[in-house]
């Protein structure tokens, strides 16, 4: 089995990665392996000893002091046991940075608190991680909160006492965390705020640790032998005595080893302590919770594994979303741009052939754009009698015509016709910005194309170089069409009208003004009639033409050019082509780092756990 040291030595290592990754938990909400890791919420009211207590477990002076709010942000205080060498001391947010200055640390712990919340007696929940290496500590990750109080002090809103309870509380709730509760053995334990809210959280007391401290301050004839001995107030687990340094030995600078040997002579040469001498004092707190920590760590083992391996398979499934990198060779480069190309092109096919929305724009087009359009063509001014009369006339020129103005009847239909250019074209821009629109969503749905900004521009110019084309040639066609009715007239159509003039409803009319009049009319009615049929002809080869020449188009040759181009281009090219978006290259980084960092844990909490 693994040794004590080791196991809490991989969890140190293991939550200093975690909060170099930033995969912690800060005291809110949600899960991470930081999380799942036991540490130890050292927890009390102000002025009760707290940071006297850290300072002894660590055997340096290395805390701010002062009167007040004195912890203002939460400080995890990691302690790493080497084998010998300096002792030194690294900050989360100057990691390049060694202080082997103790005083220098308690300077750099007042300056970074003041960075979040100036210099005011504003408290903030963004802790600051400090690691502390030395032969003289135990393996241990402790959370020095901010001072539980009573009473908001003149520079503090009213809310303080509530916003200090609520950030202690969301350590000291989750399941993991190992409660040390700080309380003066020369004030009644019952008032202890540590132990009320360390009761409210571990009713059953499984989690927390009773520490007492300034028991040399206590009035002469009182002790605290009965809270130690677990009589007044019972926790599962012992009761430890602090002596702190005094305030003259502060200002004396007694080092913290001195302290210690200090401390140790006054328990043992207690008359009412003597026989607790041996479970009393900082160094035993220490190993105590060395000691349980490591038990806790050994039973939590498996739930810890379980959620390792249930945060790698989510992480595997974030990187797979967002793609894994891509190969460094042309080949591979190329291969992902024809792979981008190729779920780009599936996703376009997908909206126009239904299975995505957009497609049945085309359809409106033509049933109801191209019908509306072309209803509204004003055949009814240009076919009016008087319309006809001026064109019939000037297509006899000095010579009437004898029987039928055929001349007449051409230049009404080929004026006529030509109306039909409108709505034909209108219909090929309507189609292509369908197409173009389709183009920009299917650019944005394809989930393989988000990372390459660079790529997405790329195709989305080919494609829509490409839809210009197509819609040269739909206009082209469908012109065409048009033409191809001007060109040839049906003859059959006219063969089959009445010859015969209609007879006048007037007959006070003179009888030449009658037969011109009814003749003219006849000859836009039939003009129309015949316009019509064209109509009907158009209204069903505009969009079979729009549908040859550039919806099918764009289903088989969309991208088809840019494949041809991307062939030709050197490994440079391609690299810039597929130039990530740096916000999803630091995400893909960050999330890479946090599986190495979850596999790494788990083949090392089984190696060291179980051999």
């Known amino acids: 089995m693994a040794t004590m040291e080791s196991l809490i030595g991989l969890v140190n290592r293991i939550q200093r990665a975690c909060t170099v990754l930033g995969d912690h938990g800060g005291g809110g909400e949600g899960s991470s392996l930081w999380e799942a890791l036991p540490s130890v919420a050292v927890v009390g009211g102000q002025s009760s000893g707290k940071s006297s207590v850290l300072e002894s477990i660590v055997g340096r002076d290395f805390l701010p002091r002062g009167s007040g709010i004195v912890t203002r942000r939460p400080l995890v205080l990691q302690l790493h046991k080497t084998d010998g060498g300096h002792e030194y001391a690294e900050f989360l947010h100057a990691p390049r940075k060694r202080f082997t200055d103790f005083a220098a640390v308690r300077k750099e712990i007042a300056d970074e608190t003041d960075r979040i919340t100036g210099k005011t007696k504003a408290i903030s929940n963004v802790p600051i991680h400090l690691s502390i290496y030395s032969p003289h500590v135990v393996n241990l990750t402790l959370i020095d909160l901010p001072g539980l109080t009573k009473v908001a002090v003149e520079g503090q809103p009213e809310s303080i006492v509530q916003d200090i309870e609520n950030m202690v509380r969301s350590y000291v709730d989750k399941p993991n965390s190992i409660i040390l509760a700080i309380s003066p053995a020369n004030q009644d334990i019952a008032t202890s705020d540590a132990i009320k809210l360390a009761r409210d959280v571990d009713p059953s007391g499984d989690r927390t640790f009773g520490v007492l401290t300034k028991l040399d301050l206590m009035d002469k004839g009182t002790n605290a032998v009965d809270v130690l001995e677990g009589r007044q107030y019972r926790l599962q687990h012992p009761w430890v005595g602090i002596v702190n340094r005094s305030q003259a030995d502060i200002n004396k600078n007694v080092d913290m080893l001195s302290a210690r040997r200090k401390e140790k002579e006054y328990f043992e040469s207690s008359p009412e302590y003597g026989h607790l001498a041996h479970k009393m004092g900082a160094e035993y707190l220490a190993k105590l919770l060395s000691q349980h920590l490591e038990a806790v760590i050994r039973a939590k083992i498996p739930s810890i594994i379980a959620m390792i ?6 992480i595997e499934a974030q990187l797979d979303r967002l793609g894994r990198p891509v190969g460094g060779d042309a080949g591979a480069q190329l291969y992902t741009i024809l792979d981008m190309c190729r779920a780009f092109d599936r996703v376009f096919k997908e909206h126009l052939d239904g299975g995505r929305p957009g497609g049945d724009r085309i359809y409106g087009v033509f049933d109801n754009q191209l019908p509306a359009a072309l209803k509204k063509l004003p055949f009814d001014r240009h076919l009016s009698m008087q319309n006809v009369r001026k064109v019939i006339s000037e297509a006899d020129g000095y010579q009437p015509h004898l029987i039928a103005p055929e001349q007449g009847y051409r230049r009404l239909i080929d004026s006529s016709l030509s109306y039909f250019k409108g709505p034909a074209e209108a219909s090929v821009d309507a189609v292509h910005l369908v197409l173009k629109e389709l183009v920009r969503r ?33 206009r082209k066609t469908v012109l065409r069409l048009v033409e191809m009715e001007a060109s040839y007239l049906t003859v059959e159509f006219f063969r089959k009208l009445p010859t015969e003039p209609e007879k006048a409803a007037d007959k006070n009319t003179p009888v030449s003004d009658r037969y011109q009049d009814n003749h003219l009319r006849r000859i836009g009615s039939n003009v129309s009639s015949y316009i019509n049929m064209v109509c009907d002809t158009l209204r069903n080869t505009i ?59 788990r083949n090392e909490i089984d190696s060291v756990a179980w051999k």
């Open 442 to 474: 299917s650019i944005a749905a394809t989930e393989e194309l988000k990372r390459f900004p660079t790529l997405q521009s790329d195709i989305a110019a080919a494609a829509n170089e490409s839809l210009e084309r197509f819609r040269e040639d739909g």
């Open 543 to 601: 969009p079979k033409a729009i549908v040859h020449c550039q919806v099918k188009e764009a289903k088989r040759n969309l991208l088809n050019r840019f494949y041809a181009h991307v062939g030709s281009k050197e490994k440079k090219q391609l690299s810039a082509m597929l130039d990530e978006d740096p916000a999803l290259m630091e995400k893909r980084d960050a999330l890479v780092k946090r599986l190495e960092l979850y596999k790494s844990a």
């Open 309 to 314: 391996n249930k945060t790698i398979d989510e």
